[in-house]
């Protein structure tokens, strides 16, 4: 049974590990589908607003396009030479100087819009195939994790039914062998000299500490069945109840602030 016991916690503690692993995994990939997700929303918001830009500084750039061409030959010198005045001619000179500047920087726009407009649907389309893979990735993960967890449930409970069995047959070692079974007082002070033990074992340094460990648990398991407690399941539901209560260090004392509320 021991042995049963050993190889059964040993698959147990495997498990535990191989789940957080896969817990861990799991809560990276929902990180990353996030903060895609952020992207990807910020992307397409982008596009939209680029997009509207784009159409519009392109349409004006098209009707000066058409007016250019409806102009025909008519050159910058033309219109700087029918100048009827020095003042016109400059008036002429620095409008069409202007003119030329802003058609210079409406092209420039347009390219640079297109250009980022590309980049960033370029973008949107790598996360969203980042996304594809993730969501997959993160879909595989799940079905592991939840196999792994109907595993360690099954060792649980071949752990728990061990356990029990482990328990009655300590206390028909009891009967077996003579022992006390009944006065209870006399059985709660042997456990109590089994924990003695103990301790004088690890304050000396002694080899035997494991066993008198061993000592105490088997006392343990002999008192519990003796009054008819499931031990492992009490150690269970202790052991949730702990893990529910919260501490603070208060002026240097680890203390309880938070009680367990069934």
Not at 93 to 101: I, N
Not at 137 to 165: D, F, G, M, R, Y
Not at 215 to 236: K, M, T
Request: proline share 0%; hydrophobic share 30%.
């Amino acid at each position: 049974v021991n042995e049963e016991l050993t190889t059964a916690l040993l698959e147990i503690q495997k498990l535990d590990d191989e789940i957080l692993q896969y817990e861990t995994d799991l809560n990276k990939y929902e990180t990353q589908l996030s903060k895609l997700q952020t992207s990807i929303d910020e992307a397409i918001e982008k596009i939209d607003l680029v997009q509207e830009d784009y159409q519009t500084r392109e349409e004006i750039l098209r009707e000066r396009l058409v007016e250019m061409y409806k102009a025909g030959d008519v050159t910058y010198l033309e219109v700087l030479l029918s100048s009827k005045s020095l003042t016109e001619f400059i008036s002429s000179y620095f409008l069409m100087r202007q003119l030329v500047e802003y058609d210079n920087k409406l092209i420039e726009q347009v390219e640079r819009e297109k250009n980022d407009l590309e980049y960033t649907k370029a973008k949107l389309e790598k996360e969203q195939k980042e996304v594809k893979t993730i969501k997959a990735k993160k879909e595989q993960t799940t079905i592991i994790l939840n196999n792994k967890k109907t595993l360690q449930k099954a060792h649980v409970n071949k752990l728990s039914e061990e356990e029990k069995k482990l328990q009655k047959e300590k206390y028909q070692n009891k009967v077996n062998k003579g022992f006390n079974i009944t006065d209870i007082n006399k059985e709660f002070c042997l456990t109590y000299g089994e924990v003695a033990e103990a301790y004088e074992a690890w304050r000396k340094k002694k080899d035997d500490l494991g066993e008198e460990l061993a000592d105490v648990a088997i006392y343990l398991l002999g008192l519990s069945e003796i009054l008819n407690i499931d031990l492992e399941d009490e150690i269970l539901k202790k052991v949730y109840k702990n893990s529910k209560r919260e501490y603070k260090v208060i002026d240097g004392v680890n203390t309880r602030t938070k009680e367990f509320n069934e």
